[in-house]
């Protein structure tokens, strides 16, 4: 009797005697359906497997708000889907699955049936929400559905079914984002690229439609260095902060240079201060803000052409506007920054009279004196201040600012190299204050 019960229970190796017998026997069980009990039951769920999906489906529309709003085609496929979980189970169990040591998986095929937009119209967790109603709906009927003596082994193969054909959804669904992220970044991409190079409005729309571009307004771009490393890593750094203060980015990696398009933000240049940590080392120039996306390319070209120049300004804050590097653009050979500068700074006090531009020079002259600028025009200083003053107010820059002066300077010189506006007497100019072209036509004359 012990001798006996040594054998049985305590005198075989792991793996090996009764149980590994009781092993085998499960394992034929599962996988030669023609000569056991659980063959039936294999035949009873095939037989069911309609009455299965119907069940589901009603479950789903009982206790799941949402699904009752779905499109008619969308719940259809979501009823083939669910067929073919029930026949996967079969297959599942013919395969072995069903045993506790079984390392057999669901395949991905069962979500195959339905076509790839569905998974763009379902969340995970609301598939997720999906499986747990059809899987619970399965275990209600493991009753009816096991052969006599099976309900157990039924019972627990579904369970662990359940487990493999949710990794099978999120495998599913990992795919379809990397898919869908591999695209974005393409035409993201592509997007920046085309901003680059001034592309036709059209295109940029096309290209932002398919990214899903609100273009909330202002929009402005912002040019920095790139901190290196895989580009999907340093654009998800950007849109994980972008997402943190409400922006809407688009980013691309050109080489060294990560150029993003920044929409919605009332501040440009502050919300491009909290995304410095998706930048690398050195200047970060942010573009003018423009009232779409058709219009950034503005705002792009101004953004490379600081970023190009902001090494000259080593003491530059970090983000910078384009704006405030007009005079080391222009020293660079940036167009714009010439007929910017030429136009609303040399243009705006010639045109304001000859005093001013006379009291600038002088000023200059005297290495920023009052006193001696003054005697050098035979004027009292006050005479002085005020028309420091009124330059200050026709061209934004204050001669009284080492910066302001420095562009002032700067806009003189372009000037007098590229003369276009002559100078008009004093006497037959309106009362000195800055002009804005209504028309464009100024503008295009300065070019």
């Known amino acids: 009797m012990a001798g006996g019960r040594r054998t049985s229970l305590g005198g075989s190796p792991p793996g090996s005697g009764v149980q590994a017998q009781v092993r085998a026997c499960q394992a034929v069980a599962v996988s030669e359906p023609g000569g056991t009990e659980l063959a039936a039951t294999l035949r009873r769920i095939e037989r069911a497997a309609g009455a299965l999906a119907t069940a589901s489906v009603a479950r789903m529309d009982e206790s799941l708000p949402w699904f009752r709003s779905l499109p008619a085609d969308q719940r259809a496929w979501v009823m083939l889907v669910a067929q073919a979980g029930a026949r996967s189970l079969v297959q599942w169990l013919r395969s072995g699955g069903g045993t506790a040591d079984s390392t057999q998986e669901v395949s991905d095929e069962v979500f195959a049936t339905a076509p790839q937009a569905l998974a763009r119209s379902i969340t995970l967790q609301q598939t997720v929400a999906l499986i747990k109603v059809t899987i619970d709906v399965v275990e209600e009927q493991v009753p009816r559905l096991a052969a006599p003596g099976e309900e157990l082994a039924l019972r627990e193969a579904v369970l662990r079914f359940s487990r493999e054909i949710a990794f099978a959804a999120a495998r599913v669904y990992a795919r379809a984002a990397e898919s ?13 690229d085309a901003l680059l190079r001034g592309d036709s409005a059209d295109v940029l729309a096309s290209r932002a439609a398919a990214l899903g571009w609100a273009d909330e307004p202002p929009v402005a771009v912002a040019v920095g260095r790139s901190p290196g490393g895989e580009v999907s890593a340093v654009l998800h750094t950007v849109y994980r902060l972008a997402r943190r203060i409400g922006a809407e980015v688009i980013g691309g990696v050109h080489g ?10 009332a501040d440009p240049v502050a919300a491009t201060g909290k995304l410095l940590a998706a930048f690398g080392d050195g200047p970060v120039v942010v573009g003018p803000a423009v009232p779409s996306l058709d219009e950034a390319t503005e705002s792009a070209r101004a953004a490379l052409a600081g970023f190009r120049a902001a090494p000259a300004w080593p003491t530059a804050p970090r983000p910078v506007p384009a704006a405030d590097l007009l005079p080391e653009r222009a020293l660079a050979g940036d167009a714009e920054a010439r007929r910017r500068l030429r136009h609303d700074v040399y243009a705006t006090l010639v045109r304001a009279g000859g005093e001013l531009l006379e009291t600038l020079d002088a000023f200059f002259a005297a290495g920023g004196t009052l006193e ?26 204050s ?4 910066r302001d002066a ?9 000037g007098r190299l590229d003369p276009v506006v002559p100078v008009v007497p004093t006497q037959t100019m309106p009362p000195p204050v800055r002009k804005t072209s209504q028309t464009g036509d100024d503008s295009h004359r300065s070019l």
């Open 180 to 192: 869908r992220s591999s695209w974005d970044a393409r035409l993201q991409a592509l997007l920046v």
């Open 256 to 265: 060294d240079r990560l150029v993003v398009v920044l929409g919605g933000a």
């Open 372 to 397: 001696s600028a003054a005697r050098a025009l035979f004027v009292h200083p006050n005479t002085v201040r005020y028309r420091l003053r009124r330059i200050a107010d026709v061209t934004g820059f």
């Open 399 to 402: 001669p009284l600012a080492a």
């Open 406 to 414: 420095y562009a002032l300077q700067v806009a003189l010189t372009v």
